[in-house]
């Protein structure tokens, strides 16, 4: 679906950007690719490495709608990955974080718009369930805005979905780049936050592909979940140092000792499909059907139990040992 068609990628010079680009140019033939971002150094070295002819590199922050509107002409397609991630900054920067976060979800949702850009995808985190930290309350309010755009689109032919997912394996600023550092610097102890903590688990080409189906499978509305492992923390640290010791340091602020993708406050709206989940509106759409049940491929869902829960810590699918080495490998770590 993506031959022949232009797709913009804000915040594009991150790990999804670049892995989404390279999937892209791999597998199919796009009419323009538009990477847009506010740094320009990671511009020119992601342009270093993906030149191909139909690339465009576009500096612009998502917290300025008219550059977003000019970024958008001729779009189809747009998978909104800019956002502030990094929790700790999040806690003690509060309004940065709402100004990317939450109005730059607005803008990126005016600009489609007024582009009449075909699908959106927006990119979330577990942590905008049940949110405890400022970065998961933004994440959650810009989910619910892209919910709602669908009821503001109005005539335009505009939809918005939403992919949310966990922790993405060797991702800027995750834990598995940080051991490895302290690792190779020759530490003498893994900091640990909680021998109990848990987290879903995914890797970057995974996370790629997921979205690359929803915008098939997608309607407009609605929230998509896969189905992944957990990996409890203590684990990865044994599977990366065997004989490493481990040093307990304590959450950081705004942390969870557990992550949750599909609440159970959110049981009566949540569907099962095969390899994933979709948490459809709690809003009402005024211009097309709220069925759910049956994707844009065909797959059908059944509804989950009352009170289900996505839980890392009781997901039944935990990672051993071999198995996160197995997931690092295919990762490239």
Known sequence: MFDGKSILITGGTGSFGKQYVQTLLGRYQ???????????????????????????????????????????????????????????AAEYNPTECIKTNIHGAENVIHAALENEVAKVIALSTDKAANPINLYGATKLASDKLFVAANNMAGGHRTVFSVVRY??????????????????AEGCDALPLTDAAMTRFWISLQQGVDFVLKNFERMHGGEIFVPKIPSVRIV?????????????????????????????ADDSHLTLE????????????????????????LGETGTPVPQGFEYNSGTNPHFLDNDGILQLHREAGI
């Open 30 to 88: 796009p009419r323009r690719v538009v990477i847009y971002s506010r740094d320009e150094l990671k511009q020119y070295e992601m342009q270093r490495q993906y030149d191909a002819p139909c690339m465009r590199y576009f500096i612009g922050d998502v917290r300025d709608r008219g550059r977003l509107v000019q970024a958008m002409r001729g779009v189809d397609y747009v998978i909104h990955a800019a956002a502030l991630k990094q929790v700790p």
């Open 235 to 263: 684990d990865l640290a044994r599977a990366m140092a065997p004989q490493m010791a481990h040093k307990i340091v304590g959450i950081r602020p705004g942390e969870k000792l557990h992550e949750i993708m599909c609440p």
């Open 273 to 296: 499909f095969d390899d994933h989940y979709v948490i459809r509106p709690t809003i009402t759409f005024f211009n097309r059907p709220n069925d759910f049940a049956v994707n844009g």
């Open 166 to 183: 966990g922790n993405v394996i060797g991702s800027r600023g995750s834990v598995v780049p940080f051991f490895k550092q302290l690792l």
